[in-house]
């Protein structure tokens, strides 16, 4: 397939029935994107297609590694991602109503691009906190981090507007 190409499912000339479809993702696909936080990439996408009459079932089944910052100590590492996702193409006139799962495409339309799809289905199954696993920190990081000092004078002073309030006393009810 053409690099241009890859991400083209058929749709008006695919034949009833169950087509499966894999994808290397690596560095080059987030290239394109812009403002992707993820830079580098070694994903399979399995992808199986159910074509009926009237829609397509889309299943994403997405398994690999995503290069991220650690939240703990901001060294990039490594994160092993999973994810299962279901998309449907629907055949029908256009303007209809769609969801964030759903798209309503006319019968007649050639190929679908997933290439969003995939992107989206990566960008959601990286962990919200993400962090090294126990004991792969960056040690000097983690030692400035946890780093006791008293605080200096400056940072306990209190401003002198607020100083003459501790005196005020309040009724109790």
């Not at 890859?6 to 696909?29: N, T, Y």
């Not at 279901?86 to 256009?94: L, P, Q, R, S, T």
């Not at 030692?143 to 940072?155: I, R």
């Amino acid at each position: 397939m053409e690099k241009d190409n890859e991400f083209l499912i058929p749709v008006s000339g695919l034949a009833l029935g169950v087509h499966s479809f894999k994808f290397d993702i690596k560095d080059d696909f987030f290239a394109d994107m812009d403002y992707s936080e993820v830079k580098q990439a070694d994903v399979t996408v399995d992808l199986e297609v159910l074509r009926e009459e009237l829609m397509m079932t889309l299943d994403f089944h997405l398994e690999g590694k995503v290069l991220v910052p650690c939240d703990r100590c901001a060294d990039e590492f490594y994160i092993p991602i999973q994810s299962e996702q279901v998309f449907y193409i629907k055949f029908g006139a256009e303007g209809v109503e769609e969801s964030d799962d759903v798209v309503v495409v006319p019968a007649e339309e050639h190929a679908y691009d997933i290439r969003s799809l995939i992107y989206e289905y990566i960008i959601l199954s990286i962990p919200i906190h993400r962090v090294h696993p126990e004991g792969e920190c960056n040690p000097q990081v983690l030692a400035m981090l946890s780093h006791d000092e008293e605080p200096t004078d400056e940072e306990t002073a209190t401003d002198p507007r607020w100083a003459a309030l501790k005196d005020v006393k309040l009724e109790d009810n």
